[in-house]
Nanobody, 114 residues
Framework: QVQLVESGGGLVQAGGSLKLSCKAS????????MGWYRQAPGKQRELVAR??????IYAASVKGRFTISGDHAKRAVDLQMDSLRPEDSAVYYC?????????WGQGTQVTVSS
């Protein structure tokens, strides 16, 4: 059974920083893509950042403020979030893709106060 465990969410003031971490356990092999999505109340889930063998892409709204890093062998992916804004408040979900199957974390809440 595959499980993705996230950590690092919380409450921070605007302009502050948080780091999210995600690590997979269980029988998952050959993770080729890792990343983070987020979902705010009343909104659709959106891609925040994605990482694949050194290549990273970011949503326009977070580019220059967030940094994704990953380790395929360790099945771990981090998201460093700087210069946080109230509009970054959402539940953040980690995902890891292995052989065209997406695995998801349970989500971690990030709240940015103004």
């Amino acid at each position: 059974q595959v499980q993705l465990v996230e950590s690092g969410g919380g409450l921070v003031q605007a302009g502050g920083s948080l780091k999210l971490s995600c690590k997979a356990s269980g029988s998952i092999r050959g993770v080729d893509t890792m990343g983070w999505y987020r979902q705010a109340p009343g909104k659709q889930r959106e891609l925040v950042a994605r990482f694949s063998y050194g290549d990273a892409i970011y949503a326009a709204s977070v580019k220059g403020r967030f940094t994704i890093s990953g380790d395929h062998a360790k099945r771990a992916v981090d998201l460093q979030m700087d210069s946080l804004r109230p509009e970054d408040s959402a539940v953040y979900y980690c995902f890891q893709r292995s052989r065209d199957v997406d695995y998801w974390g349970q989500g971690t809440q990030v709240t940015v106060s103004s």
